[in-house]
Nanobody, 123 residues
Framework: QLHLVESGGGLAQPGGSLRLSCAAS????????IAWFRQVPGKEREAVAC????????DYARSVRGRFVIVRDNAKNTVHLQMNSLKPEDTAIYYC????????????????WGQGTQVTVSS
């Protein structure tokens, strides 16, 4: 059973940066694709970024492409989301999720979820 815990959220100014971390325990995430989702109250959860199990493939939502980078550190059983050039519309609760092998942008495809971390972008 894979247990995921996010950290690194907080308050950032527009144009600033934050780095989120997703630490896994209970099992190795080496064989999992990992994704970051975000959700604003009253809206559906949306995929932000995902990375394949072998780090060969990553993909990003159009709204964050060029600003966010997903990086996995298998040695530390952790995945990071580096968020640069933050905008107020990036404000949301960010969740990491895992599923075996192949990545997906579909929320229902993921088996394991963290509890979420709040990111607020405001001046």
């Amino acid at each position: 059973q894979l247990h995921l815990v996010e950290s690194g959220g907080g308050l950032a100014q527009p144009g600033g940066s934050l780095r989120l971390s997703c630490a896994a325990s209970g099992s190795s995430m080496d064989y999992c694709a990992i994704a970051w989702f975000r959700q604003v109250p009253g809206k559906e959860r949306e995929a932000v970024a995902c990375v394949s199990r072998g780090r060969l493939y990553s993909d990003y939502a159009r709204s964050v492409r060029g600003r966010f980078v997903i990086v996995r550190d298998n040695a530390k059983n952790t995945v990071h989301l580096q968020m640069n050039s933050l905008k107020p519309e990036d404000t949301a609760i960010y969740y990491c999720a895992a599923r075996p092998n192949v990545g997906s942008i579909l929320e229902n495809d993921y088996d394991y979820w963290g509890q979420g971390t709040q990111v607020t972008v405001s001046s």
